[in-house]
């Protein structure tokens, strides 16, 4: 059964949580880890996305 669309409210915090299909290993290396953080960051100034905090879990 699919899932329910979100409802995505303008200037609403969201909770993003980034993990592998059927929990597989998403950075398999240190490098895969800081190159996700890196394109995160370039897409947050591009797309004019504020984080207002995060906790990073390995």
């Given at each position: 059964?699919?899932?329910?669309g979100r409802v995505v409210l303008?200037?609403?915090p969201?909770?993003?949580v980034q993990r592998g299909?059927?929990?597989q290993v998403v950075f398999a290396q240190e490098g895969d880890?800081?190159?996700?953080l890196s394109?995160?960051?370039e897409l947050k100034v591009e797309?004019?996305?504020s984080s207002v905090t995060?906790?990073?879990?390995?």
């Amino acid at each position: 059964m699919p899932r329910v669309g979100r409802v995505v409210l303008p200037d609403y915090p969201h909770h993003i949580v980034q993990r592998g299909h059927n929990r597989q290993v998403v950075f398999a290396q240190e490098g895969d880890y800081e190159v996700y953080l890196s394109n995160l960051r370039e897409l947050k100034v591009e797309c004019g996305i504020s984080s207002v905090t995060r906790d990073w879990v390995k």
